[in-house]
């Protein structure tokens, strides 16, 4: 480090749609893939850091996986006897030079450079939506596609669904939900948060559409969550909604600990999946700076969704992307 110049710690909030995306995370070499991490860090080249700015980034998501806000830590070290950028100055600067419209900086903040976005969250919440009333992809609104995944149901057994979402409930080993290729050493999770609901209605609906159209979100949180964890536990979950499975069932899965089962092999499609916050506790003033969105159980849309027919189940067929979690 050059005399007089300071490097900066800076832990950032983002949010992007991910349907152009090959994951979260950077793909480096001559790829046509493209992930977000790529055009942030692209953006932070105008920065002019004496060494080049590296986003460290806390959840990494699976192409098509949306983020209503997730989070990185980033070095910034100027010139000598330039001061740090302040939080909002950097925040401005990322977005204005940002290339892509489905990616926006939220907020940043100083934190110590010891802090690691990745190790020093402590909680992690996702969201995953569902419509029912969908019989045909054209009743499905434009706006709603890639933001949902469209049921070809008419209904779900919400209650059986809820019954069994408590079986997920504490700590157990979930390997009957982990994908093949997870970096992960251990499948025990504690998962704090399992909650099926009914969804306000979706604005971009037309009225004469809201009384078909029907939506749900599966709301899960925990410290961490193994590689498409989220995604297994959601299809097996619609499984139940839709009488295929009994709750009872989900629970015998889960104690299998067989991730290659008659059912456990579904995943939802990614399109409907949104990371919705990354929480960090023992910050002091760092932590009460964090975002809204990042703070509150509040709900969001994602993005569109690629054409062609509603998806329904999908067996594995692929492996972790850029060592994504999901």
């Keep these: 480090?050059?005399?007089?110049?300071?490097?900066?710690?800076?832990?950032?909030?983002?949010?992007?749609?991910?349907?152009?995306?090959?994951?979260?995370?950077?793909?480096?070499?001559?790829?046509?893939?493209?992930?977000?991490?790529?055009?942030?860090?692209?953006?932070?080249?105008?920065?002019?850091?004496?060494?080049?700015?590296?986003?460290?980034?806390?959840?990494?998501?699976?192409?098509?996986?949306?983020?209503?806000?997730?989070?990185?830590?980033?070095?910034?070290?100027?010139?000598?006897?330039?001061?740090?950028?302040?939080?909002?100055?950097?925040?401005?600067?990322?977005?204005?030079?940002?290339?892509?419209?489905?990616?926006?900086?939220?907020?940043?903040?100083?934190?110590?450079?010891?802090f690691h976005a990745r190790y020093s969250a402590t909680s992690r919440t996702y969201l995953y939506r569902l419509a029912t009333g969908c019989t045909r992809p054209d009743q499905l609104s434009v706006f709603e596609r890639n933001r949902c995944w469209a049921l070809r149901t008419d209904r779900l057994e919400v209650a059986a669904m809820q019954e069994a979402a408590q079986h997920l409930?504490?700590?157990?080993?979930?390997?009957?939900?982990?994908?093949?290729?997870?970096?992960?050493?251990?499948?025990?999770?504690?998962?704090?948060?399992?909650?099926?609901?009914?969804?306000?209605?979706?604005?971009?609906?037309?009225?004469?559409?809201?009384?078909?159209?029907?939506?749900?979100?599966?709301?899960?949180?925990?410290?961490?969550?193994?590689?498409?964890?989220?995604?297994?536990?959601?299809?097996?979950?619609?499984?139940?909604?839709?009488?295929?499975?009994?709750p009872t069932q989900v629970k015998m899965i889960l104690e299998s600990r067989d991730p290659l089962g008659r059912h456990q092999t579904r995943v939802a499609p990614a399109h409907g999946l949104f990371l919705k916050s990354v929480l960090y506790g023992g910050l002091g003033d760092f932590a009460a700076g964090s975002p809204a969105c990042a703070q509150q159980q509040s709900q969001g849309p994602g993005t569109r969704r690629a054409p062609g027919q509603p998806e329904d189940f999908r067996p594995e067929t692929s492996g972790p992307k850029a060592g994504g979690l999901e």
Aim: net charge positive.
């Design 169 to 246: 409930l504490g700590t157990h080993d979930f390997s009957a939900f982990q994908s093949a290729g997870s970096p992960s050493t251990s499948s025990v999770r504690t998962l704090r948060q399992a909650l099926v609901s009914s969804h306000p209605p979706s604005p971009f609906v037309l009225p004469q559409e809201c009384r078909r159209l029907q939506f749900w979100s599966l709301e899960f949180e925990s410290q961490s969550f193994l590689y498409r964890q989220v995604r297994r536990m959601t299809a097996i979950l619609v499984a139940v909604g839709l009488g295929a499975l009994t």
């Design 1 to 114: 480090m050059g005399s007089g110049s300071v490097r900066a710690r800076y832990l950032v909030y983002f949010q992007y749609l991910g349907t152009d995306f090959n994951g979260v995370a950077a793909v480096r070499g001559a790829q046509r893939a493209v992930g977000v991490q790529n055009y942030l860090e692209e953006a932070a080249e105008r920065l002019k850091s004496v060494v080049p700015v590296k986003f460290v980034v806390s959840s990494r998501t699976d192409a098509g996986v949306h983020a209503l806000s997730n989070a990185a830590h980033l070095d910034v070290q100027r010139r000598s006897g330039q001061p740090p950028f302040p939080p909002e100055v950097l925040t401005e600067a990322l977005n204005s030079h940002l290339r892509h419209p489905d990616i926006r900086v939220l907020q940043a903040f100083r934190v110590p450079s010891d």
